[in-house]
């Protein structure tokens, strides 16, 4: 069986042992596959996040010096099922599965550790349990896609974001314009887009973005008077003081009118930031700009050590929510939203390349004015990218 191996940074194409499914998992011919942003700093960072979740006890992550298949963003057909499984459905259906495997008493990371290879090859295991069929014939290169808009959707959700806040996205990467096409979906009506890439803010716009501006010319946050935000700390201080008096004003106890109002949710306006890029130094520089009690959402993956100014943070009582992954509800739903339409995720595919191109598409993926989202489909020869 053909698989995209990384080892020692360095991506081969190898012929590897055929797959065969244990208790409760399921094979799977894979249809197509998607290249994550975490796979690219996979292949950099692996040792860096493999000590880093030895620390939340988890010790069945993959290390640079192994052979390890990427591949956790994909749809397949059913092939064959392992002892203890229901099969339901029958081979040949197109399916999608959360990219976790159960082996005994351990759960692993498809993609992620050596112990569950990813779908970077012609095949790849499943668990039953965590398989769902594909509807509404919604084709394979969107299929693909659910789990990154899964990871979207979550990060949407853990935002608490309503109709009418105003979401600020900064990046414009794959994440970033899946968390738009989320946004847009659930019908958040004041959507700002940040990215330094002409290329990625055209794919912003058409992701449905309200607002797409160039950090280089124009903050994201510049429109901080415009939506009623607090731009700093003199407006919160003169908020409390100016809210005391009016409120003293009244013909009865102003703590009870104070009291009343946070009952109704009355509360100053504030953002909802989502961080999609995940590098060094790109948290504070959120921090330094955001409005006055923004909430921010980090959903861009770092995987070096960073450094933040709490300071800044709580002179701003700025709320921090950090994001990873989804749960199966919110996998099966993403799926259905791009089944049933409510979701368009096609405009982040920019190109689609066979197992032996994949090292190639991953340094085409360091251009952002040509790419976003690259799919492997295995069945597909040679090595070019379109």
């Given amino acids: 069986m053909k698989s995209v191996v990384c080892q020692n940074h360095e991506l081969r194409v190898l012929d590897r042992p055929a797959l065969r499914p244990a208790v409760g998992q399921v094979l799977l011919k894979v249809l197509r596959c998607g290249i994550c942003g975490s796979d690219l700093h996979m292949r950099l960072h692996c040792d ?16 640079s010096g192994q052979e390890l298949v990427f591949g956790h963003e994909f749809c397949g057909e059913v092939l064959d099922y392992g002892p203890g499984t229901l099969g339901k459905l029958k081979p040949g259906s197109t399916v999608c599965a959360l990219p976790l495997l159960r082996s005994g008493e351990d759960i692993d990371m498809i993609g992620l550790s050596t112990h569950a290879p990813g779908a970077y090859a012609e095949q790849v295991l499943v668990q039953e349990s965590l398989m769902m069929p594909v509807p509404n014939g919604l084709a394979p290169d969107q299929a693909a896609l659910t789990e990154p808009m899964a990871v979207a959707l979550h990060a949407v959700r853990r935002g608490e974001v309503s109709r009418k806040d105003v979401a600020i996205v900064i990046g414009c990467g794959p994440v970033g314009l899946a968390v738009i096409c989320m946004l847009k979906a659930l019908g958040v009506k004041a959507i700002v887009a ?13 992701c449905g973005a309200d607002l797409v501006v160039n950090p280089a010319e124009t903050s994201p946050y510049a429109s901080w008077q415009q939506h009623g935000f607090l731009n700093g700390l003199p407006g919160l201080l003169e908020l409390a003081v100016g809210t005391r008096e009016q409120l003293g004003r009244l013909p009865f106890p102003w703590w009870q009118s104070w009291r009343l109002a946070e009952k109704l949710g009355l509360q100053p306006k504030r953002p909802v930031i989502f961080e999609c890029v995940g590098v060094p130094g790109l948290l504070q520089s959120v921090l330094d700009g955001a409005p006055m ?10 995987m070096q050590a960073d450094t933040i100014e709490p300071a800044m943070a709580i002179n701003k009582e700025i709320e921090l929510r950090f994001v990873l992954g989804y749960s199966p509800l919110e996998y099966r739903d993403a799926l259905h939203m791009l089944a049933e339409g409510q979701v368009r995720g096609e405009v982040l595919v920019t190109g689609t390349v066979g197992l032996e191109g994949v090292a190639a598409a991953f340094a085409a993926l360091g251009d952002a004015e040509r790419h976003a989202k690259i799919l492997i489909d295995p069945s597909r020869a040679g090595s070019d990218l379109s």
């Fill in 194 to 206: 940040s990215d330094y890439s002409p290329g990625r803010r055209e794919l912003a716009r058409r």
């Fill in 48 to 63: 860096h996040m493999d000590r880093l979740v030895r620390r939340v006890n988890y010790q069945r992550f993959a290390n």
């Fill in 293 to 302: 009690l923004s909430r921010v959402v980090v959903v861009g993956l770092c």
